[in-house]
């Protein structure tokens, strides 16, 4: 999702204020001596230093599509070796202008039984207090989260601030929260405008947007919230702050983070880890959110890139300079998510077969052994053949034979075992060793104390021999699949890996 849009803001009465106070000699604290003052630098929860997190789709991840359904497959997961559960939102979606398509909403579609069947777009939400009613009672939210931290794992709730449903109370309640249209404009397609009078005139009338501009997005179902509006952070906050003291949930995944100020998230984490150390992920690129915010947000530049490599359309360079850029926005102890899919890659470009062909084990082997965090998606683990449906019911297969369940289970308990592996500062940093065909093999070494781990990966299509060059020859070191000893002189067939470690 894009993360930059205009939006057409009233002038602050504060911010007029300020401006006098220091136009009439008043000294006043900066921006950053009232965030030092104020907030805490992020202090990752020592449990997440060497743990997976799995994203669970409760809506297809069973053919029942509820909590008690999804409750039965913890056990699984925890064997899996994903301790942290991100599941997707929980609420009530709206109905109002609700997705049957991308471009064709439920309200046009005259077959009732037909209408029936789209269920809307999770992060269209009318009700951020309560739960889906198709996910079962508030009394099943709560069992899944007690079983979860039974079985020693964490359960982490995502949330959209950044828009509601059309049909959330605030709309007529509350008006003055959502940004306005301004007059004289008309920022959407014509197109569009033509085949929805009736969206259009609604919007029109009452003078309300929806998240971005002409050509950024096409989230028609939702209304843009305006964070200038004190009192809209005042609902989040206390929100934000429910399902943790009620529901004793351990933090959230936030959608389009950076499409919210900043300092809105800041203000968020020192209120929730006031009730209980919490773990924060944000659905964003951007440095400045790990500061005060966020423990961990999306690697997407090197998800791209490793697509690209798969397709053919990057070469080994192109990987190196972009683990450089990583290393100089980041620091060591921000997490960072790595992922081959997700609920937005797999619904909209394509399956890690269609994406990834025969490189997806190769780049599974990579989501794990670099420095992140890495993330399986519900079904991932069984090799999930199709893109799942967005807004209606679509169940995962899990009869199928799939050996990804075994490699992910082997990966994952490597990294929860092995300090080398862990996120942030607990790990070890990232040293790439030379090989005699560094255009298409890729080997690196973390450390952290006496523990290593060395990943080799041939990013090709093509078999290659080659010798690995300055690695000292560990004796130590054995093969995580084969117990093999590392060695100097290799023959891999293309898209072929090996992973070496300290026991």
Known sequence: MKEQRSRFRVKSLIILILTLTIIAGCKTASKEEVKSSEYQKVKHVEWSKNLSIYEANIRQHTPEGTFNAFAEHLPRLKELGTDIVWLMPIYPIGEKFRKATQTVLTEEIENPEERAKYLGSYYSIKDYMSVNPEFGTMDDFRNLVNKAHELGMYIILDIAVNH???DHQWITEHPEYYTRIEEGTTPWKEEWMEAHPEYYSFLEKNRFTYPMDEGETDWWDTADLNYENEDVRNEFYKILRYWVSEFNVDGYRCDVAAMVPTDFWNEARKQLDEIKPVFMLAEADKEELHEYAFDMTYGWPMHHVWNQIAQGKE???YLVSEYEKEKSRYGS?????NFITNHDENSW?????ERLGDAAKTFAVMSVTTPGMPLIYSGQEACLDKRLKFFEKDSINWEKNCCMNDLYRTLLKL?????????????GTLERINT???DKIYAFARTKDEHQVITILNLSNEDIDFELLQTNNNQNLTELFTEEALENNYKFKAWDYK????K
């Open 164 to 166: 509601t449903a059309w």
């Open 315 to 317: 070469s080994m360079n």
């Open 333 to 337: 102890n921000d997490y960072r998510m």
């Open 349 to 353: 470009n394509g399956t890690i077969a």
């Open 415 to 427: 990294k929860k075992e092995n300090p080398a592996l862990w996120n942030g500062d607990f790990g």
């Open 436 to 438: 005699t065909a560094d």
């Open 499 to 502: 992973v070496y470690r300290t």
